[in-house]
């Protein structure tokens, strides 16, 4: 309701790039038309997805179209009526995508090696995060970390008698697990082979695993039929129940050993043991099924050569979790790799009420956000990693697409101001927009300015400037951004009607926009009745620019004219005003096309109180 003289109540399409100079901001350019962009991020070049439908999406990069994400994707189905968007984060030389849907948060993550395409657009490392292979059957055995298959010299549960030879291999089936032992000549004595594997062979079941990869096997201890490999008869019922007691160890999440890719012979080493060479086939329609799969997720974001994620609501196996992920560290395909090593993924429940509303690193630690919550994660290695809980504004929910940094400051929207965070509290910034409730936040930034796109609560979008040098906010228009990024000094955008352009001018120059500045109320100060005599603005304008002076008195809600400025270049003019006596007034400048006003000056007589 009072605010200084240099600072405006209202206004449209201005800038503070010239400050003190008031003027317009300067011309967008357009730089495309797309069909239905899905998704932007910037990694080196201005990176999209576009042309979302029935029959998939199609990646761009530098405007080059990455025919591999159209050819594996075109496969997903997309449900009718249905809404989905795209994720995507940069990891090293990786470009990954998930899909977005409401239900289940990010899924179908997609990797592509950006290194390796150079400009030829198609490369060989791409493909899904996740993979799932089925099979009818398959041979499971005990064997060495090689893959190399063990038979036991003596089954029992007392040490063999008599003579034995060095290397004899002993299973002990005194205690459970059972346990291999070999015997040592030069120790004259059992050892016991401190771990164990299982081999599991089908012709390519290999194809799309690695050593090292978190896999699970589904459980294999009902629908299934069990026979000796050696002499394919059936198990008997004693035979196959200890079988599936041992199976239950191996059908969980377990790691991949070592690995023989060969299509007709492949095979998987996990850890595990089996009492004897097993033949397992499928009862009716039953499949044995391997998988590696990333979990549901709502959030996404890179820090320290992994990627993080964070889940509300329910999981892969429809259990309830309020949970933050951290991929195996340099393999964001695996997200169940918990071998007790450093590079082990990472998995924490967190017990702050509500949804996750966005997440982003910051510093040496990751920041996840809920509306009045901030979790931040230290540390370097799984073990090391710390959770803390600061109870303070966090994001609103729908404005995760505001996290934005300009310079080493983290901006954001909560729900009820722009706040920025340095690391210790958030601090509001957006007192100069008043108290209209604004959200569906989307941010950008470059340089000193953080370009803020909001919805306001009578349904208009708005696009304010705030320069984070001299603190000042500046209105723009009611564009409506889907999307701000940031590729170099560009600040690219996708609006409402699918239209690629710039804020900072690259593309073709928009055509001259309409402007304008109200003042705030000008003679609150003085409690007597007014008039002003004469106003002098000094100003800089091309000839066919427009620019018109309004004054409003009282609390009239009608806009008088006044006058209507011309010249060029930067010229004073003295503009003669008719004098009404007034409580107080208003001041508008309103135009089209460049102009830079200098100086405004006005002349103010005083009357009586009556």
């Known amino acids: 309701l009072r605010i200084s003289d240099n600072e405006f109540y209202n206004m449209k399409n201005m800038s ?9 901001r300067d011309k967008r350019g357009i730089v495309k038309q797309l069909d239905g962009c899905t998704g932007v991020i910037c990694k080196n070049a201005l990176c999209y997805i576009d042309k979302y439908g029935e029959n998939g999406s199609k990646l761009y990069i530098n405007d080059f179209e990455i025919t591999p994400f159209t050819s594996t994707t075109t496969a997903q189905t997309y449900s009718a009526g249905i809404n989905y968007t795209h994720v995507m984060v940069s990891m090293g030389a990786y470009l990954i995508i998930f899909r977005k849907s409401k239900e289940y948060g990010l899924t179908d ?11 030829s657009i198609t490369a060989e490392d791409y493909g899904y995060i996740d993979h799932t292979i089925e099979f009818s059957f398959v041979n499971m055995s005990t064997c060495g970390y090689d ?144 998988s590696r799969q990333a979990p549901y997720m709502d959030f996404i974001c890179e820090h320290n050569n992994r990627l993080w994620g964070c889940r509300y609501g329910l999981n892969r196996n429809d259990d309830t979790v309020n949970e933050i992920y951290a991929c195996k560290q340099g393999d964001f395909r695996n997200w169940n790799c918990y071998a007790g090593i450093s590079t082990d993924s990472y998995a924490v429940s967190v017990g702050s009420e509500d949804v996750w509303t966005g997440c982003t690193p910051f510093g040496n630690s990751v920041l996840f956000f809920k509306e009045n919550v901030i979790h931040k994660i230290y540390g370097s290695i799984p073990a090391d990693f710390q959770t803390t809980e600061q109870r303070v504004r966090g994001i609103q929910r729908g404005s995760e697409k505001s996290l934005c940094f300009v310079n080493e400051t983290l901006f954001y929207k909560s729900t009820t101001d722009v706040c920025y965070y ?17 959200s569906n936040a989307v941010f950008g930034s470059t340089r000193n300015k953080l370009y803020a796109n909001m919805l306001d609560e009578n349904g208009e979008w708005n696009l304010f400037v705030f320069n984070v040098a001299s603190q000042m906010w500046h209105r723009e228009d009611n564009i409506h951004c889907k999307h701000i990024c940031r590729v170099d000094d560009n600040v690219y955008f996708v609006d409402d009607n699918d239209v690629l352009g710039t804020f900072t001018g690259t593309g073709t120059p928009e055509s001259d926009f309409e402007w304008y500045a109200e003042t705030g109320v000008i003679g609150y100060s003085l409690p007597d009745n007014k008039y002003i005599g004469r106003m002098s603005v000094r100003l800089k304008k091309p000839v066919n620019s427009d620019v018109r002076l309004f004054i409003q008195y009282d609390n009239s809600s009608k806009w008088n004219p006044v006058a209507t400025l011309n010249g060029e270049s930067i010229t004073s003019i003295s503009i003669p005003i008719l004098p009404k006596r007034c409580d107080h007034f208003r001041l508008r400048f309103e135009g089209k096309g460049e102009c830079k006003i200098f100086s405004i000056s006005k002349t103010i007589e005083l009357g009586s109180d009556v």
């Open 16 to 24: 503070g790039d010239y400050y003190p100079v008031l003027s317009p």
């Open 147 to 290: 893959g190399s298959e063990y038979s036991f010299d003596y089954i029992g549960s007392s040490a063999p008698t008599g003579e034995v030879n060095n290397g004899d291999k002993w299973l002990d089936t005194s205690s459970k697990p059972h346990v291999v032992k070999v015997w040592s000549e030069a120790q004259q004595m059992w050892t016991g082979i401190s771990t164990t594997y299982v081999k599991i062979s089908a012709a390519g079941i290999a194809n799309g695993f690695k050593v090292g990869d978190a896999v699970k096997i589904n459980d294999l201890t009902s629908g299934f039929n069990y026979f000796d490999s050696s002499t394919m008869t059936e198990l008997t019922s004693e035979e196959a129940e200890l079988v599936k007691e041992q199976l239950k160890t191996i059908c969980t999440n377990t790691i991949i050993q070592s690995i023989d890719e060969s299509v007709t012979k492949g095979w998987i080493v996990v850890v595990g043991i089996l009492d004897m060479s097993i033949y397992i086939s499928g009862a009716n329609t039953n499949k044995i099924n391997i």
């Open 109 to 119: 993550g997609w990797f592509y090696n950006t290194a390796k395409s150079a400009q």
């Open 422 to 438: 340095d690391g210790s509290t958030p601090v509001g910034v957006s007192g100069a927009l008043g108290d209209v409730a604004y």
